[in-house]
């Protein structure tokens, strides 16, 4: 099959986009990557601005596209983060101090995308402080697409392009809980999106909504300044009890009943808190306000579809595509995977099915997940969800929600590529489990360091002249 060289744009700046221009290019296409900051790095762009709304809910707000508070540290370790061919190990600073512990903090990350970039050469590809405003296939043109975008200084443009790659993140357009009489209730309401620092907090009582890892290092953070740290989690079925920490102010409770308008906060087992603010750790939506599709792709309880196999669109593969849309599971290593089928299938090395099959198997795979009863919002749920937490009460036996070493073999054996390692794998499933299940201080504390070495082996592989020491 003859390869194509295509003119595309990336929409985005953060680690999906960085891979998916260097992929793209490496494919032998020409690359434009849209970023509305100064610099690349997307969610990874620490800023100590929030968002006049502390619920993010006004339409019309400024946004802050950041949602990275400041005590914040990875909760994988970092050797299976990175990309494939460049380990996330700790290089020269530059000037700058860097976090050589096994989960750094996000400016550790920031400043490996950073590395990354200088490496391949990725800013040439990039236009910085341009926000992409609309994209649409075009009329004429053979199925081109439309991106029309803007300036920080107000300048406007439009350009046509073959195709158009969607990597802008869904870490920015917050889900906030319904609560019963919340409306009435008196006390003062905050999405972790806007949540940096714990000095807010002193001397208050706090309800945190959610328990996964932000709402656990958030209710953590918050507790070293407030009075009291009331965590509610969906994963407590009555008992409320002291949780197992060195804060003795911090309580986990089952999930909130309602909010009254004297300032208390029932939970589903009955016990009554009377708090000064609520923070909601209650994860995002995907939006993509730019794109028009005249309503074939859809967002519906955090569903983005119809797609095939998270990236293409049936009816409008290959010109649009989405990288980084599962969530959970190894999120580098996910967006270069899907990066490289992209980039292949866009040059023509790689063909994909018709329209017709894509949609069927679509079609497929979400009946799968309707008749086992598992809500919408798990379609992206990328990893293996037997005894995952993440399911709660979904735990269907034949594993419909695809395990991503599946997903990277399968995508591996379309682009003629190289799957997960199995290091990076076993690495990750002792991870993940830490995080659920690892207490407190889980990111300080790592006992396989038979498998680290094993990890380090592998990257002095990728660098034949330099001795695995150099790495650690």
């Known amino acids: 099959m003859t390869s194509r060289a295509r003119h595309v744009a990336v929409i985005g700046l953060g680690a999906a986009g960085l891979v998916a221009a260097r992929e793209l290019r490496r494919e032998g296409h020409t690359v434009v990557a849209f970023g509305r900051e100064k610099q690349l790095g997307g969610l990874w762009v620490y800023t100590d601005q929030i968002e006049p709304d502390s619920l993010s809910l006004d339409p019309n ?44 903090d996000h400016r550790e990350v920031m400043m490996y995308l950073q590395d990354f970039a200088k490496e391949f050469e990725i800013e040439e590809m990039v236009r910085f402080e341009t926000e992409v405003v609309g994209v649409e296939q075009a009329t004429e043109n053979g199925g081109k697409w439309i991106v029309r975008f803007k300036s920080s200084g107000g300048v406007s443009g439009e350009e046509i392009f073959d195709a158009v790659v969607v990597c802008n993140g869904h870490f920015t357009e917050p889900r906030v809980a319904h609560i019963p009489g919340i409306d009435s209730w008196p006390g003062k309401q905050i999405h972790s999106h806007n949540y940096r620092i714990p000095d807010p907090f002193k001397d208050k009582v706090v309800i945190v909504i959610g328990s996964q890892s932000s709402g656990t290092d958030i209710s953590s953070d918050i507790a070293t300044m407030a009075k009291e740290v009331h965590m509610s989690s969906k994963a407590v079925a009555s008992d409320t009890y002291i949780a197992r920490t060195s804060h003795k102010n911090l309580r986990i409770h089952s999930t909130i009943s ?24 209650t994860g995002y939506k995907y939006h993509f306000p730019f794109l028009e599709t005249n309503g074939y792709v859809t967002v519906e309880d955090n569903r983005v579809g119809p797609l095939y196999k998270h990236v293409f669109p049936p009816a409008l593969a290959p010109g649009l595509s989405f990288i ?6 190894l999120q580098f290593f996910t967006f270069e ?22 949609m069927k198997d679509a079609t497929a795979f979400y009946a799968k997940l309707e008749a086992l009863g598992i809500p919408k919002r798990y379609t992206h749920f990328l990893t293996d969800p037997q005894g ?27 682009c003629g590529c190289s799957s997960i390692e199995r290091w990076r794998e076993r690495q990750y499933n002792i991870a993940i489990k830490k995080v659920f299940f690892g207490g407190e201080n889980y990111r300080d504390r790592w006992e396989d360091n038979q498998l680290i070495e094993e990890v380090y082996r592998e990257f002095a592989k990728l660098k034949p002249n330099q001795d695995s020491s150099s790495f650690s």
């Open 324 to 329: 980084g849309l599962p969530f959970m599971g």
């Open 258 to 281: 309602r909010a009254c308008e004297d300032g208390s906060v029932m939970f589903q087992n009955g016990r009554v808190v009377y708090a000064d603010v609520i923070v909601h750790c």
């Open 388 to 414: 995952n937490p993440m399911l709660g009460q979904f735990n269907p036996q034949d594993a419909v929600l695809t395990s991503q070493s599946d997903y990277f073999n399968w995508i591996a054996e379309q």
């Open 61 to 104: 707000r400024t946004i802050v596209h950041s949602s990275i508070y400041q005590s914040l540290r990875t909760n994988l370790p970092r050797e299976c983060m990175g990309y494939s061919d460049f380990p996330f190990i700790t290089r020269p600073g530059n000037g700058e101090s860097r976090d050589p512990r096994r989960y750094p």
């Open 337 to 358: 995977m899907q990066s490289k089928w992209v980039a292949s299938v866009l040059s023509g090395r790689v063909k994909l099915p018709s329209e017709d099959k894509m």
